[in-house]
């Protein structure tokens, strides 16, 4: 069985850094796209950046420049690293990942459980 895990979150001031993982495990063939995710209070879930298994990005508008995606396809984990963090960045941040593991022929979307980011003003 998949299981996707982040971990990194935590409280930060204002123009801090932090940096999240996102580890896969199990039975894993292969990854597709990695994808970070945010979901702050009475919001809704919005796409943060994207990796394709080729080494692809792309970024919402709000964090081009502070944020940077990266993956480390031998380990299956996925980064995320945040500089220069504002307030508006608190949320909590899921990971999601289109696995295909041994028991399928065509990759799933699997969820994390997501890591809490607060950003202090």
């Known amino acids: 069985q998949v299981q996707l895990a982040e971990s990194g979150g935590g409280l930060v001031q204002a123009g801090g850094s932090l940096r999240l993982s996102c580890a896969a495990s199990?039975?894993?063939?292969?990854?597709?796209?990695m994808n970070w995710y945010r979901q702050a209070p009475g919001k809704q879930r919005e796409l943060v950046a994207g990796i394709t298994s080729g080494g692809s990005t792309n970024y919402v508008d709000s964090v081009k420049g502070r944020f940077t995606i990266s993956r480390d396809n031998a380990k299956n984990i996925a980064y995320l690293q945040m500089n220069s963090l504002k307030p508006e960045d608190t949320a909590v941040y899921y990971c999601?990942?289109?696995?295909?593991?041994?028991?399928?022929?065509?990759?799933?979307?699997?969820w994390g459980q997501g890591t809490q980011v607060t950003v202090s003003s």
């Open positions: 199990g039975s894993i063939v292969s990854i597709d796209y």
């Open positions: 999601l990942a289109a696995i295909r593991d041994s028991g399928t022929l065509y990759s799933i979307n699997y």
